[in-house]
């Protein structure tokens, strides 16, 4: 199949946009995609980070130039922006087969932070996947088909002190991931939110991780989990995977 963007023509790969694209989870998820044959569309804040992902992409996992990962800096809490993205991923690929939604940011506190912070956390972890899921999901209907995986936490099922409000957001997006695994599935759009918990990040060192590297799920586990339910028939629908990590387990 062949796909025209503007006046070129081009070998039609099946896409995956990563949001968060530039480490943890995200670029695990990147580099995984790419290696299993996607055209990955890369979205993190910083370019220059995103940049590292995509070379590295391109020197060690990939050996085909027309997979090399295209590469968009976006502040994915700036909502308005993301129609405008959406629309140019289009533009260039032509399609959307599988979404990573993952971009989010870990805020500490529950009724202790402030208002701010709250919407901080929400519109991080919330509206910005659910700004992306309206704009992705009419494009998979047109299709008829698609993948959706919504990177929620742990701490979405049950949380812990001192958690309250990123546990809020992810609690959201999980009631969110359930609703369209209802509406979707009978349209050829699978939805599944996994749910881990303490991952070997940045993310979860900047909180404050009381949990030694080797005992908690690596962000490669997030990627092969997400291999693995690609990998099965389009008849098998999969609402939520919970992923512990050895130091929760008592």
Known sequence: MELTTGNKKMEQYPVAIITGASRGI??????GLAQNG???????RSETSLLDVANEINEKYISDSSLSPIVFPLDLTELEKIEGFVKEVIQQ???VDVLVNNAGLAVTGSLDVSISEF???SY??????????????????AQGSGYIFNIASQLGKTCFA???????????LIG??????????????????ICPGWVNTDMAQEVG??????????????????????????????????????????
């Open 93 to 95: 690929v032509g399609r």
């Open 124 to 141: 991080s972890n919330l509206f910005s996947p659910f700004a992306l899921l309206k704009e992705i999901v009419p494009i998979m209907r």
């Open 176 to 193: 969110l991931n359930d609703s369209l695994f209802r509406e979707l599935s009978g349209e050829g759009i699978s939805v599944t939110a």
């Open 162 to 172: 001192g958690m309250g409000a990123y546990g809020a957001a992810k609690s959201a």
């Open 26 to 31: 995200g670029r695990a998820c990147a580099i």
């Open 38 to 44: 996607y055209q990955t569309i890369l979205v993190a």
């Open 119 to 121: 919407e901080r956390a």
């Open 209 to 250: 991780t009381p949990f030694a590297d080797e005992d908690m799920i690596q962000p490669e586990d997030i990627m092969k989990t997400i291999s693995w339910l690609l990998e099965m028939s389009p008849a098998a629908k999969v609402k939520e995977i919970v992923l512990e990590c050895k130091g929760t387990i008592s």
